[in-house]
């Protein structure tokens, strides 16, 4: 029985979208050209490869990255219901499409699950605030009381490292 030849630049793709975090898959989806409506299948699979690579090539490593840490910043005060107004008007330039966004987040999802795994260096993506902290306006600290131990009544109160932005590279 003949072997398959594999493309090899099949094999470099997804060498290359498996760096990507699924974050960094949803920007490059949202600014690549693939269509508003698009539902993935399996005969379109490279398709979707290849757009997470257009979008990357498109706006460049870096700034893919940076706005996806925005993005994950933004989802993280979302969920939270804790994003202001400053905070979401950047988000919206920089996602001006909600419907898109969606989309592009869920194809970035599903990219992870069936199509390319991510690797183990590309999973600590920091979660950057565009502005300032609605949590502890960017004093990096917020006062509370820390259980210690959870079985006692022992605990402590002070400062502690703000969870919205000192634990994930900071406020911008």
């Known amino acids: 029985m003949p072997a ?6 099949a094999s470099a793709s997804a060498a290359v979208v498996e760096t990507l975090s699924g974050m960094e898959r949803a920007v490059a989806l949202y600014s690549s050209d693939m269509p508003n409506g698009y539902r993935l299948q399996r005969s379109s699979e490279s ?21 996806a840490s925005y993005l994950a910043g933004h989802r993280k005060l979302w969920l939270r219901d804790m994003t202001t107004q400053e905070i979401d008007r950047r988000h919206a330039e920089r996602f001006p499409s909600a419907r898109r966004l969606d989309r592009a987040e869920e194809l970035a999802s599903a990219s992870v699950m ?16 565009d502005g300032c902290c609605p949590e502890c306006d960017n004093s990096r ?3 509370g009381t820390w259980v210690i131990d959870a079985g006692s009544d022992w605990s402590e109160e002070g400062y ?10 900071g406020a911008a």
């Open 114 to 129: 069936w199509l390319v795994g991510v690797a183990p260096e590309a999973r600590h993506l920091p979660a950057v605030i």
């Open 4 to 9: 398959t030849l594999v493309a090899p630049h």
């Open 160 to 169: 502690r490292a703000c969870w919205a932005c000192q634990t994930n590279g």
């Open 47 to 67: 398709a979707l490869i290849a757009w997470i690579l257009q979008g990357v090539v498109r706006l460049g490593r870096e700034e893919t990255r940076r706005r």
């Open 141 to 143: 600290k917020v006062w």
